[in-house]
């Protein structure tokens, strides 16, 4: 997994919630959305969580490059919106699914990665 936030607290969560899962393994992180498409590019990450808002490129427009470019990576949107608030443009970038951040946890991310493939789903 490629972890993508502007915010280094929050990767630091992220990161520990992927030392409690088997099934994931961190791949790298990256602080912009141009910068995770650079390391999509390097590292061949089978599924990115990518922050919306973010300085330069915000996330949403970094998972249309990157779906557009590597239609095999699985992209999770992820920030502090409800459902109900996502801009528009976050169910049709390409990425798989969105994970409000207070719901980031071992449970979550296993019932997405399941799910992966049913259409643009939330926890």
Same mark, same amino acid.
């Given at each position: 997994?490629?972890?993508?936030?502007?915010?280094? +607290?929050?990767?630091?969560?992220?990161?520990?919630?992927?030392?409690? #899962?088997?099934?994931?393994?961190?791949?790298?992180?990256?602080?912009?959305?141009?910068?995770?498409?650079?390391?999509?590019?390097?590292?061949? +990450?089978?599924?990115? #969580?990518?922050?919306?808002?973010?300085?330069?490129?915000?996330?949403?427009?970094?998972?249309?490059?990157?779906?557009?470019?590597?239609?095999?990576?699985?992209?999770?949107?992820? $920030?502090?919106?409800?459902?109900?608030?996502? +801009?528009?443009?976050?169910?049709? $970038?390409?990425?798989?699914?969105?994970?409000?951040?207070?719901?980031?946890?071992?449970?979550?991310?296993?019932?997405?990665?399941?799910?992966?493939?049913?259409?643009? $789903?939330?926890?």
């Amino acid at each position: 997994m490629l972890v993508v936030d502007d915010q280094a +607290p929050f990767r630091l969560a992220a990161k520990a919630v992927l030392r409690r #899962l088997e099934c994931f393994e961190l791949a790298g992180e990256a602080s912009s959305g141009s910068e995770a498409i650079d390391l999509v590019e390097e590292l061949h +990450p089978e599924l990115v #969580l990518m922050d919306i808002n973010m300085p330069e490129m915000n996330g949403i427009e970094a998972t249309r490059r990157i779906v557009s470019a590597h239609p095999d990576v699985v992209v999770f949107l992820c $920030s502090t919106y409800d459902v109900a608030d996502l +801009p528009p443009a976050a169910a049709d $970038s390409g990425a798989s699914a969105y994970l409000n951040k207070e719901r980031l946890g071992a449970d979550a991310l296993r019932t997405l990665w399941r799910e992966r493939e049913a259409g643009f $789903s939330s926890v």
